[in-house]
């Protein structure tokens, strides 16, 4: 594993001011908003001068019942090679649920949701993960997430949940100190205690990030200044093991460059003053599995456990974004929260996406979206989403008023594309609805 330095998440709306920042080594993408053929010049400069770009992914859902989707792993491999990095990352998250494994409808959750920390669900990621590794020209790095729910019934810590996958799979760790905190505020877990327990070595990079506090819940923003709490974290992490890389992660409401400069200015004072209690040999070794492990897994009939799973995230989703009954064991207060907390996401990511709704809309759109997400959870992506919400409303007779209606009747009509041909029931009802709509 190759020595990365100090990065920041590459993000459009601060581009040229990465391109101009001093001392960075390394940036992150997000690897759904790159386009192979396309890539911003931006990266191409970035690239031009030696800096090493990854490819981050969020939407394989690695954690998930399914098997990874191979059209999803052709696309972040070809990122890879088209942006001729040392590896790729993702998450240790499920981000859809339902389906064939369950003879339900498809969910998608639109954020990263935790894996329950059992046996079944460990055996689940380790195949999956595995599948991952086979169809990637490069090795794989996964992540740690936030979280603001806990599954019951768990049965390992998260240092052991990783340790054991690490042990399993070969698979290098992306490690989140700003999500070690998190788990700390709103799950009681203890940061030390997860360090002691995962393998230090398998480290591939570091994520830090800031967020907020609210009513004693901690939201991973990734949209205000990085916290003492989490330095810290940092700090006892760099105190074990010299990191490969870390990155400074900011998504949202964007500060000035310098502001961004003396958070990487922090970053880095805290690296050096850790690294006199480092080991001196700390750069992680190769890793491979445990061959015994390897051969076991392989008999292993993962079906079972899938089914199970698939049952237990189906039945947590629905409860969050369709609204059926909360599991049971869950806290259901924290489960409000989480679901708020999902549909907020889920608004801000249309409005950016299909950003001319929040100008025809106004003030008028986010309260409307939040009305319409508490019963129609997404099943189709975000650029979809956007299109149902606007069908929804003018189906309703809404907006009120008849200019903003209009407008937003066209916005819809232009994107809907041409009536269907097809025979089947949803290209019968997009047919109606453009008529409907039409007459209007």
Not at 81 to 108: D, M, N, Q, W, Y
């Amino acid at each position: 594993m190759e020595r990365l330095g100090t990065g920041i998440g590459w993000r459009p709306e601060i581009a040229d001011a990465v391109e101009r920042m001093p001392g960075i080594d390394w940036v992150e993408a997000v690897a759904e908003n790159l386009c192979p053929g396309h890539l911003p010049e931006s990266l191409v400069r970035l690239r031009e001068r030696g800096v090493t770009v990854i490819p981050h992914g969020v939407s394989l859902g690695l954690g998930g019942a399914d098997r990874p989707d191979e059209a999803r792993l052709t696309a972040l491999a070809e990122r890879a090679e088209t942006l001729g990095s040392p590896l790729v990352t993702e998450h240790i998250a499920f981000v859809r649920a339902g389906g064939p494994l369950t003879a339900s409808p498809l969910l998608e959750a639109g954020h990263l949701l935790p894996v329950p920390r059992t046996r079944d669900a460990l055996d689940v990621l380790c195949e999956n993960i595995r599948i991952a590794q086979d169809a990637l020209p490069v090795p794989l790095a996964v992540e740690n997430i936030a979280a603001l729910i806990s599954w019951p019934g768990e049965e390992m810590s998260e240092g052991q949940f990783l340790y054991d996958l690490v042990d399993r799979t070969g698979v290098r760790l992306l490690i989140d100190v700003a999500n070690l905190h998190t788990n700390h505020v709103n799950r009681g877990e203890d940061p030390a205690k997860a360090l002691d327990e995962l393998p230090v070595e398998a480290i591939a990079y570091v994520h830090v990030a800031g967020g907020f506090e609210r009513d004693g819940v901690w939201h991973d923003s990734h949209a205000h200044p990085v916290p003492r709490p989490v330095l810290d974290i940092l700090s006892d992490l760099a105190s074990r093991v010299t990191p490969p890389g870390v990155l400074l992660e900011r998504d949202e409401n964007f500060p000035e460059p310098g502001e961004l400069e003396r958070e990487l200015g922090a970053i880095r004072g805290t690296l050096e003053r850790a690294g006199a209690q480092a080991p001196k040999s700390s750069l992680p070794e190769p890793i491979t599995p445990r061959e015994t492990d390897a051969d076991t897994d392989a008999d292993i009939d993962t079906d079972p456990a899938r089914q199970r799973l698939a049952l237990a995230q189906t039945a947590l989703l629905s409860a969050l974004v369709g609204g059926t009954p909360v599991p049971e064991g869950f806290d259901r207060v924290r489960l409000g929260v989480q679901a708020r907390a999902l549909a907020a996401k889920r608004a801000d990511v249309v409005a950016k996406v299909a950003e001319e709704l929040p100008q025809i809309l106004a003030e008028g759109y986010r309260p409307a979206f939040l009305a319409y997400a508490q019963g129609h959870p997404m099943t189709g992506g975000y650029r979809r989403d956007a299109l149902d919400f606007a069908e929804h409303l003018l189906l309703a007779g809404r907006p009120e008023d008849a200019e903003t209606r209009r407008r937003l009747r066209d916005w819809w009509l232009e994107r809907s594309g041409p009536a269907p041909l097809s025979g089947h029931p949803a290209a019968r009802l997009a047919r109606a609805t453009r008529r409907v709509l039409l007459r209007r």
